[in-house]
């Protein structure tokens, strides 16, 4: 199973689950014309945990809105 397959699932047993993809693979399998699915955040690695925290906490924060 991919990371996209289950985030998939995940969201189909989620709905409104916010996903974070963190490999530079899950570029090619998420992203639709240059776009990515809604609900779904891409931080390309090399990242730094600072960037990965602050990635997390405004997809946390976004949910809280």
Known sequence: M???????E???LRP????LFT????RNAI???GRLD???ELITKPF??????SRVRDI?????Q
């Open 31 to 33: 992203v639709h014309h």
């Open 16 to 19: 409104g689950l916010k996903i």
């Open 2 to 8: 991919t990371g996209a397959v289950l985030a998939e």
């Open 10 to 12: 995940a969201v189909r």
């Open 38 to 40: 809604p609900g779904v």
């Open 23 to 26: 490999t530079g693979y899950a």
């Open 60 to 64: 946390l924060d976004s949910v809280a």
């Open 48 to 53: 730094s945990y600072s960037d990965l925290a």
